[in-house]
């Protein structure tokens, strides 16, 4: 699938269980820009394994070659100016590399991988809301958006798991759904028709 399907713009819906990074997408940082934006952007960058220099709140010739290598990785023009299309895609980043950490911490890099091409597919189907926040905020979608666990913050392991994902790496073959055999008490998901298991996942469309 092309990375410009796979992202969906981000929507702030009041209901909506979990908070979004601070970005505002109204704006465009580029270099010789200064404040809390730009350290916002350094933290987002730092936290995907784009940004190694200190965070200082100043956007100089690290932050954009950081910002940079990102876009050429979403499928961006590597221009290193941080406007709303680069803005939205690390906010989706952040929130889909929350649930991978939540879901899939202690799985293998394949099954974070897994994680986040089940979210990517999900905004591909007609079942299901066509941005990523609402997809991760659907009641009892996903466990660690209700139990807590996606305020916890990700590791590199899976913001890498989620960039390789919306590269095209899907080892769920298209699946929307997975759930782990052992611990699973809804007795719908066993009706679905399963694709692969990875790790304690099995994943389903």
Same mark, same amino acid.
């Given at each position: 699938?092309?990375?410009?399907?796979?992202?969906?713009?981000?929507?702030? $819906?009041?209901?909506?269980?979990?908070?979004?990074?601070?970005?505002? !997408? /109204?704006? $465009?940082?580029?270099? &010789?820009?200064?404040?809390?934006?730009?350290?916002?952007?350094?933290?987002?960058?730092?936290?995907?394994?784009?940004?190694?220099?200190?965070?200082?709140? !100043?956007?100089?010739?690290?932050? =954009?070659? @950081?910002?940079?290598?990102?876009?050429?990785? /979403?499928?961006?023009?590597?221009?290193?100016?941080?406007?709303? =299309?680069?803005?939205?895609?690390?906010?989706?980043?952040?929130?889909?590399?929350?649930?991978?950490? &939540?879901?899939?911490?202690?799985?293998?890099?394949?099954?974070?991988?897994?994680?986040? /091409?089940?979210?990517?597919?999900?905004?591909?189907?007609?079942?299901?809301?066509?941005?990523?926040?609402?997809?991760?905020?659907?009641?009892?979608?996903?466990? /660690?958006?209700?139990?807590?666990?996606?305020?916890?913050?990700?590791?590199?392991? @899976?913001?890498?798991?989620?960039?390789?994902?919306?590269?095209?790496?899907?080892?769920?073959?298209?699946?929307?759904? !997975?759930?782990?055999?052992?611990?699973?008490?809804?007795?719908?998901?066993?009706?679905?028709?399963?694709?692969?298991?990875?790790?304690?996942?099995?994943?389903?469309?």
């Amino acid at each position: 699938m092309k990375i410009v399907k796979r992202i969906a713009v981000l929507i702030v $819906m009041g209901f909506t269980l979990v908070a979004t990074p601070s970005l505002s !997408y /109204a704006q $465009m940082l580029g270099k &010789g820009s200064t404040g809390r934006e730009v350290t916002a952007l350094q933290h987002m960058m730092k936290n995907a394994g784009y940004f190694h220099g200190p965070v200082t709140g !100043y956007f100089g010739p690290l932050t =954009k070659n @950081s910002v940079a290598n990102f876009q050429q990785a /979403a499928g961006l023009v590597p221009d290193g100016v941080a406007g709303p =299309k680069t803005l939205r895609k690390l906010n989706d980043l952040d929130i889909m590399a929350r649930v991978v950490n &939540g879901e899939a911490r202690g799985e293998s890099y394949i099954g974070k991988v897994a994680v986040a /091409a089940v979210i990517l597919n999900r905004l591909e189907d007609r079942r299901f809301p066509k941005d990523a926040y609402r997809v991760v905020n659907e009641t009892n979608a996903f466990t /660690a958006v209700h139990d807590g666990q996606y305020i916890l913050p990700p590791g590199p392991d @899976s913001y890498r798991a989620v960039v390789d994902a919306l590269k095209g790496w899907d080892p769920t073959y298209g699946s929307v759904f !997975y759930y782990n055999p052992n611990t699973a008490t809804n007795q719908w998901i066993f009706t679905r028709q399963s694709v692969t298991r990875i790790g304690n996942h099995i994943f389903a469309k």
